[in-house]
């Protein structure tokens, strides 16, 4: 067969555009730091490919998840913080106004700064996070208290889970329902200003007892929220190694 020199320069032609097509081809992979750009490059290893950049994927939201649940964990805490002080404070009033040497009008000026005390709880129970009412509960599009309470119809009761790792969830905070009324934080601080108003030292006596109450229910979420907080952090960081070193 006779080889003329259209062939043997076709042949080069050839040769030369499949180097250069290599070379392209690694000059994108330095660029890029992938090897594998598309599925054609190494068909063998794309699949592993893909599953891993599924769990990276996955990886990633469970970091942001699990930041989300330490931010409200943490917003929660200082809230609770602010409802022991308010109901520390209202029983030292509440002492204060029980005994024979207060009078209608010590007890009128001390109502005032209780109905300011229970306008904060108020306030904090409507706490804003990231565009919701952090303790509405199911229905946190609804600010969940007034001055006269919550809506029955939507309750601020329901709990804000987090996925925080495959089949791991995490309950980020309470809900309104838990720390601001079965708790009878509200309740007992309205009592008081009921009894101030009265001018009744029998009924502020007796709402001392509301007021324990409800300081110890209060207790109660402070202990369950810190486990969640030391729950979170263990959780992230042995759900996050298990993946970064598989």
Same mark, same amino acid.
């Given at each position: ?54 769990? =990276? $994927? ?6 942001? *998840?699990?930041?989300? %649940? !330490? #931010?409200?964990?943490?917003?929660? &805490?200082? +809230? ?36 300011? =005390? $229970? ?6 129970? *409507?706490?804003?996070? %990231? !565009? #919701?009412?952090?303790?509405?509960? &199911?229905? +946190? ?49 309205? %009592?008081? #200003? ?53």
């Amino acid at each position: 067969m006779r080889v003329t020199n259209q062939v043997l320069l076709n042949h080069a032609v050839l040769s030369s555009q499949r180097i250069m097509t290599e070379v392209s081809a690694v000059q994108r992979q330095i660029t890029s730091g992938y090897r594998v750009e598309k599925p054609s490059d190494d068909p063998g290893a794309i699949g592993t490919i893909m599953e891993s950049s599924s769990s =990276l $994927r996955s990886l990633e939201q469970h970091r942001k *998840n699990l930041n989300l %649940a !330490g #931010s409200r964990l943490s917003l929660e &805490d200082m +809230a609770l913080e602010q409802i022991t002080t308010h109901l520390t404070r209202a029983k030292e009033l509440a002492i204060s106004q029980g005994g024979d040497t207060a009078n209608a009008d010590t007890r009128a000026a001390v109502k005032e700064e209780v109905d300011g =005390l $229970r306008e904060a709880l108020i306030d904090l129970g *409507n706490t804003r996070f %990231a !565009g #919701s009412f952090m303790f509405g509960g &199911d229905y +946190a599009d609804t600010r969940p208290f007034s001055a006269t309470g919550h809506d029955p119809t939507r309750p601020p009761a329901g709990t804000f889970r987090v996925e925080g790792g495959e089949d791991s969830f995490l309950e980020a905070n309470h809900s309104g329902m838990e720390i601001f009324v079965d708790s009878g934080v509200l309740d007992s601080l309205e %009592a008081l #200003s009921t009894a101030l108003g009265n001018n009744s030292s029998t009924e502020i006596q007796a709402s001392i007892q509301g007021l324990d109450d409800a300081f110890e229910d209060i207790q109660g979420l402070v202990a369950d929220l810190g486990g969640r907080i030391n729950r979170v952090d263990p959780v992230s960081y042995t759900h996050l190694r298990a993946h970064e070193t598989a």
